[in-house]
C-alpha cells in the first residue's frame, strides 16, 4: 500500500537511514542476540550518524527535528535492518523527552550533548517487583534533604538497564498520596545506585533489562524534573508517545514477519506445489495484508495527530492495543505458514514470534488499554459502580 504520510524528505531520509542500519547494524545482531545484550557501540553510531535525540534543540548539538515521522523512519528501519531489542527509540523519544522538557537548564547542558552523541543511554524506571501496571503502588521512595532528595528503593524489568548511564525514575515523594510522585534523574557512578544482572527473556535478546537498586541516592535539585510532587501527571503525559512508538514498533514487526513469510512460501514446495499456492496460505496471506494495511493507515494517522499536538490518551491506547494484537496474530499465522522451519533459531521468523510476545504486555498491557478506552466513552467502573 502507498503510504501518502511521507514526503520527499522523509524519503530522503530513509535511504540514509536504511544505509547505515544495512552496513553498522544489520551484520552485528546476531552477536549481540547471542550476548543478550546489545554493544554500546551502536548509540554512538546512531549518535555520529544523527539519529538519536533529533528532536533536541540546536544549542544543544541536537537537529530541532521535532516531526515523529523522522522518528518513525527510525523505528521502522531499525527493525527491518536491525532488530526490534535494538531501543535506540526508547531513548531518543520515550525518555530523552522527559530531560528535555522537564529538565533543568544545567541538567540539559550536561546531559543532551551525551544523550544525542549516545555517550550517555537513557533508561525510565517506573516498575517495581510490586508495581507494573498500577504505578500508583510505586513504593521507592524520595526525601527531600535541603535542595537535595534522597533515593531510597528498587525498579525491576528496565530496559537499557545494563547499558544506561541516566535513568527517569519515579519515585513517592508525598506519602500516603497514591498520585503523589516524583521523577528524578539518577546517573551512572552516582553513590549508592547499583544494578543487578541482565535479566534472561524469552525474546528480546539484543536487549539488556535488569532491576536497579537505590540506597540512599542523593539526586541533586539540578536532576529533579518538574515538580517533584506531580511526577504521576507528568509521566501521564509522556505515555501518549510511548504508547504511540510501541505501537510503530509493532506495526512496522508486523510487516516484516509478512514480507519474509511471503518469500518463504514461494520458495517452499509441499505435494509438488509452492506452500503459497494452497488456498489456505493465499487467504491467510490475504487477511493479514488487509489487516496489516488497516492498521498501518491508523497508525500513521495517529502520527499525524501526534505531529499537531491532538494524539489524545485514549488513541494512543486504541494504537498500541490494536497494533500489538495485529503483530500477535501476525506473528503466530507467519510461524504457522514456515511449519517445523519456524521453530528453528536459525529463522528470523521464529525469535520475531518471541520477541513480539512483550508487545501486549509493556508500555502498558493490552488489559490497560482497554481500561482507557472503556472510560473514554464513559465505562468508568468507579463511576458506574459508585463507593463502595
Ligand atoms: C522486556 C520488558 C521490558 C520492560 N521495560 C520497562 C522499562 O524500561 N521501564 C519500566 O518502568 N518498566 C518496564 N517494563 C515493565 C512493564 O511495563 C510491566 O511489566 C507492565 O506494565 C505490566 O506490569 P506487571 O509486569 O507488574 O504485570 P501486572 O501489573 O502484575 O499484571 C499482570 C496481568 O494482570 C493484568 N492486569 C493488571 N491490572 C489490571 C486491571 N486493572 N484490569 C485488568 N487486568 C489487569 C495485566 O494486564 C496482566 O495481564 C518492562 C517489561 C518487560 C517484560
Redesign the pocket.
Known sequence: MQRLIFEEEHTMFRDSVRRFMQTEIEPHVEAWREAGICDKSAFLKAGKQGLLCMWADEKYGGLGMTDFRFEQVVIEETIRHGDIGL?LS?HSRLVGPYIGTLGSEALKQRLLPRMISGETIL?????????????SGIKSRAVRDGEDWIINGS???????INGGAFVV?ARSVPGKPHGLGLFVVEEGMPGFSRGRN?S?M??KT?D?AELFFENVRVPAENVLGDPEKGFYQLMHFLAEERLISACQAITHAQVAFDITLDYILERKAFGRPIGAFQNSRFKMAEMRTALDVTQTFMDQCVLLHNAGQLSAELAAEAKFHATEVESKVMDECVQLHGGAGYMSEYRISHMFTDAR?S?????????M??IIARSIGLDERKLMGPH
Do not use: C, H
Open positions: 531501543f526508547l533508561g525510565v524506571a517506573m516498575s517495581e517487583p510490586s508495581a507494573g501496571s498500577d504505578i525498579k525491576t524489568y528496565i530496559s537499557n538497564g519515579a535479566l527473556k525474546g528480546l536487549q533489562t512483550v501486549r504486555i509493556y508500555a502498558g498491557s493490552t488489559e490497560i482497554k481500561e
